[in-house]
């Protein structure tokens, strides 16, 4: 989750023919109207705006939607960092979103490194959808969920760049935000769509706070060029053969992905969904055998082989395999007992840029972004209607873990979460007594 060199995920698609002739025209008559839209200056900061208390914003009826293509839409460079995407409109987004976001000229969104589960494609589908006129505003990709949460609640009488339009956290800071007043609810046009449960836990707020876009399972991953015999499984990770080698892929006082990583530990060492405890003891034996590196894994110290075995989602494992090619090798396991994890995405309650951030849910909800988080290794909520509407790609498929792996890794409720995180973050120190400082962007 760093500026190390990304692949390009996106490939150019050559669409057009004469059978397109009728949507191109469409798409220049919507292009004249968005062209006559200019960015609206940001308003000086004032008092803080109350949370919404109404009940769900529902999105525009379906007939204010953009034309549905009949072909598959031209792809459009965006540049993020220095990697290039290629990104295509979406046309399930309400027109008079996209409208109202190019007048509002910015997206400001946090902890979303493009080459976490492939987000730099769907940074491109965002910004095909609304224009270049609308700047995305990208904060802090290295912070961890609880970071996100508390730069809501810094920024609640700022109107200005450092306040987060959206946030992507674990599943458990759904929940927390929702206590803590920190959403606002949106129900869009993809919402009866949705299933029920994802993990077998429920998909989405009843009241729109936020919704499920993708999930994934633990893994190890090991750069090969410094490991000749990578750890398959949670004990192998206590042997003398990894001295100074171990790390997690953030704090485990505010990283989701770090939390669980301890969390899964414990399945594996006598604890359960119900008891954290075992895998905060695990982390203090891995530290007093000298084989848990007290640094934040990124792909860079991965490759560098300061940090040659992480624990990350197996979608994060794949992106860093696919950016390395080869440069090392990187490999790849699936330790059992695993733990699933979800992540949800929700509109912050003081959003600057409220219609901006609508749009970023319609455009992470639709097939293309759902595809651009498949490519990336994730699995998506809606990956099962897309199937059977042969809207995956068979060579896409091929990303995503074994089903029966994925089927075997267990998920936690909001309960046990809740009850699992506020264990490790508060006993880390006290359990196993050494810092993971934040890296800086």
């Not at 400001?108 to 589960?117: E, G, K, Q, V």
């Not at 200005?160 to 992507?168: L, N, S």
């Not at 995405?345 to 455009?363: D, F, G, R, T």
Request: contains cysteine; hydrophobic residues 40%.
């Amino acid at each position: 989750m760093c500026s190390y060199p990304n692949f390009k995920k996106g490939e150019k698609r050559n669409t057009m023919n004469k059978k397109s002739l009728l949507f191109v025209l469409s798409l220049l008559v919507v292009g004249a109207m968005l062209a006559s839209c200019g960015p609206a200056a940001a308003p000086a900061p004032t008092q803080p705006p109350a949370p919404t208390t109404a009940p769900a914003t529902q999105a525009p009826a379906a007939t204010a939607a953009m034309p549905a293509a009949t072909t598959a839409p031209a792809t459009q460079p965006f540049t993020f960092e220095g990697t290039v995407y290629n990104g295509t409109v979406v046309p399930s987004v309400p027109a008079d979103l996209v409208a109202a976001c190019q007048k509002e000229g910015m997206l400001t969104i946090i902890a979303t490194p493009a080459n976490w589960a492939n987000y730099g494609e769907i940074f491109a589908d965002f910004q095909a959808t609304v224009g270049t006129g609308v700047k995305l505003n990208s904060l802090n990709p290295n912070a961890g969920s609880g970071d996100e949460l508390a730069a809501i609640e810094a920024n609640k009488a700022n109107s200005g760049p450092q306040a987060p339009d959206i946030v992507d956290v674990g599943y458990a800071f759904g929940d927390q935000g929702v206590k803590a007043g920190d959403y606002q609810p949106y129900k869009g046009t993809y919402w009866s769509k949705l299933p029920a449960t994802t993990l077998g836990i429920p998909t989405y707020d009843p009241n729109g706070m936020w919704v499920i876009g993708y999930y994934g399972i633990m893994v190890i991953e090991t750069n090969t060029a410094v490991v000749q015999n990578p750890p398959k499984n949670w004990s192998d990770l206590l042997k003398p053969d990894y001295k100074g080698q171990v790390a997690l892929s953030g704090p485990p006082t505010t990283s989701n992905q770090a939390i669980m990583s301890i969390f899964a530990a414990s399945l594996a060492n006598g604890g359960s969904l119900d008891n954290a405890q075992p895998g905060l003891d695990f982390f203090k034996k891995l530290n007093a055998a000298g084989n848990f590196v007290p640094v934040v894994a990124k792909v860079g110290t991965l490759a560098q082989g300061a940090t040659p075995i992480e624990l990350a989602w197996n979608y994060n494992a794949l992106g860093d395999q696919q950016s390395l090619a080869g440069n090392p090798a990187i490999e790849i396991d699936y330790p059992s007992p695993s733990i699933g994890g979800a992540y949800v995405q929700a509109i912050s309650a003081y959003a600057p840029h409220l219609n901006c951030a609508k749009v970023w849910m319609e455009v992470i909800q639709s097939d293309q972004g759902q595809l651009a988080w498949i490519k990336g290794g994730a699995s998506v909520v809606h990956e099962a209607d897309m199937i059977a509407r042969g809207a995956v790609p068979a060579d896409v498929l091929k990303t995503l873990p074994d089903p029966k792996i994925l089927a075997a890794a267990v998920a936690p409720t909001v309960d046990q979460l809740t009850k699992a995180k506020a264990l490790i973050t508060g006993g880390w120190m006290t359990t196993v007594g050494v810092s993971v400082p934040t890296p800086a962007p």
